[in-house]
């Protein structure tokens, strides 16, 4: 697609829930990176894919976090046994390295915004 | 570890007027990279500009220049003739060029620019 893209936009969850959330990346961009953005906060690395595998999960905040991206494209983060401090806002980008003078510069989807009660 | 700071957390500005959000920065790195995004309120981060460490002279997109002074660890964005749609949120953010490719972001400012 033209742009990278997050499904759901805004998911309501009750504590405890399992919730997953998907990204598609622009076509060809071969990294992916999972952001969460806090109220009032700048977003805060999560996980960073370079093809299928996870290069960097050093971001993921505890066990009940987990994200794939089985065949190099979509990426789903899995968030198990959700607790309210997990709502945020889950913001995916993806990137192909080069494109600014060496600069690797991130296209962020609009997010999917996570509400846990 | 690589830190941002951005102290301003909201700002007002005339329309037509420039205006400089700051932006400070620590890294132990030698190389890296620095960024600034504009958030409006549909939540999607948009990449203005871009700095190389090594760059010799001060990045300029359009609109958007960016005051780098390595020295004194700063990278303020300044944006000329300020647009009623230029207000959301704006942030400064950090790549180490060392292999490390996430991004540091610092808390943002708010810009909100007067008719």
């Known amino acids: 697609g033209a742009g990278v893209s997050q499904t759901p936009s805004n998911k309501v969850t009750e504590k405890g829930k399992y919730v997953e959330l998907r990204c598609d990346p622009i076509s060809g961009h071969t990294a992916l990176y999972w952001y969460r953005q806090s109220l009032g906060q700048g977003p805060e690395f999560l996980i960073y894919?370079?093809?299928?595998?996870?290069?960097?999960d050093s971001g993921l905040p505890n066990d009940r976090f987990f994200a794939v991206r089985p065949e190099g494209s979509v990426s789903t983060l899995k968030i198990q046994r959700t607790e309210r401090g997990d709502s945020a806002v889950y913001l995916c980008?993806?990137?192909?390295?080069?494109?600014?003078?060496?600069?690797?510069?991130?296209?962020f989807g609009a997010g999917s915004r996570l509400t846990v009660l | 570890a690589q830190k941002i700071t951005q102290t301003q957390p909201g700002m007002f500005v005339q329309e037509k007027e420039a205006v400089t959000l700051d932006c400070t920065y620590d890294t132990s790195d030698p190389s890296y990279g620095l960024f600034w995004y504009k958030q409006p309120s549909s939540g999607e981060m948009i990449f203005l500009i871009y700095?190389?460490?090594?760059?010799?002279q001060n990045a300029t997109e359009g609109r958007y220049s960016l005051n780098f002074q390595k020295a004194r660890k700063s990278a303020n964005l300044v944006i000329s003739a300020s647009q009623l749609g230029d207000s959301a949120m704006y942030f400064c953010a950090m790549e180490s060029n060392f292999g490390n490719e996430k991004l540091t972001f610092g808390t943002g400012t708010r810009l909100t620019i007067i008719p």
């Open positions: 700095q190389g460490s090594y760059d010799q």
């Open positions: 980008a993806s990137s192909s390295p080069g494109t600014l003078s060496g600069a690797n510069v991130l296209t």
């Open positions: 894919f370079q093809g299928t595998g996870a290069a960097d």
